[in-house]
């Protein structure tokens, strides 16, 4: 497995991100759809991940956009046959060490309610349920969390 920064607008990433919103536009109001299209995640403020099989498959992908406060993760997925393997939780880890390497100390996300495994995956990696951030509204078929990274500086 290998996780890289990548552009988004190959053919086998926008395929991930067009799988994603195959995915998740079914469960919700249109009012609760938060995705951002592919121009947003090209912007220089955005770091784009993508986990690689080891034969060159695209099977995972996220995000973080930088913001002056915080960097908020976006269009976490990893594909259905490729979930239980941990490849999301080293997608997180790897997009949370890039930020931090850029001054990143704070996390934000938005996800849906019915995202439980994903969710629990957040907690594990020291997230907590938090509100509404930036533009967001309250929602309730919103979940927002939020994580701050401790500085280890002596």
Same mark, same amino acid.
């Given at each position: 497995?290998?996780?890289?920064?990548?552009?988004?607008?190959?053919?086998?990433?926008?395929?991930?991100?067009?799988?994603?919103?195959?995915?998740?536009?079914?469960?919700?109001?249109a009012e609760s759809h938060h995705g951002v299209d592919l121009s947003v995640?090209?912007?220089?403020?955005? $770091?784009? &991940?993508? *986990?690689?099989?080891?034969?060159?498959? =695209?099977? /995972?992908?996220?995000?973080?956009? !930088?913001? #002056?406060?915080?960097?908020?993760?976006?269009?976490?997925?990893?594909?259905?046959?490729?979930?239980?393997?941990?490849?999301?939780?080293?997608?997180?880890?790897? $997009?949370? &060490?890039? *930020?931090?390497?850029?001054?990143?100390? =704070?996390? /934000?996300?938005?996800?849906?309610? !019915?995202? #439980?495994?994903?969710?629990?995956?957040?907690?594990?990696?020291?997230?907590?349920?938090?509100?509404?951030?930036?533009?967001y509204l309250d929602d309730p078929n919103s979940v927002f969390m939020r994580k701050t990274?401790?500085?280890?500086?002596?």
């Amino acid at each position: 497995m290998i996780i890289a920064l990548e552009s988004p607008n190959q053919p086998d990433v926008r395929q991930l991100i067009e799988d994603l919103d195959a995915y998740q536009v079914p469960l919700y109001p249109a009012e609760s759809h938060h995705g951002v299209d592919l121009s947003v995640l090209e912007q220089p403020n955005v $770091l784009f &991940a993508v *986990a690689r099989s080891d034969d060159g498959a =695209a099977v /995972a992908c996220g995000a973080v956009v !930088l913001e #002056t406060e915080y960097g908020e993760l976006k269009r976490m997925y990893t594909r259905p046959e490729q979930r239980g393997q941990g490849i999301a939780r080293r997608l997180l880890d790897f $997009l949370e &060490a890039q *930020a931090q390497r850029r001054g990143c100390r =704070a996390f /934000a996300l938005e996800t849906g309610y !019915l995202q #439980t495994d994903a969710i629990k995956l957040y907690q594990r990696c020291g997230y907590a349920l938090c509100g509404p951030f930036g533009d967001y509204l309250d929602d309730p078929n919103s979940v927002f969390m939020r994580k701050t990274i401790l500085s280890t500086a002596m």
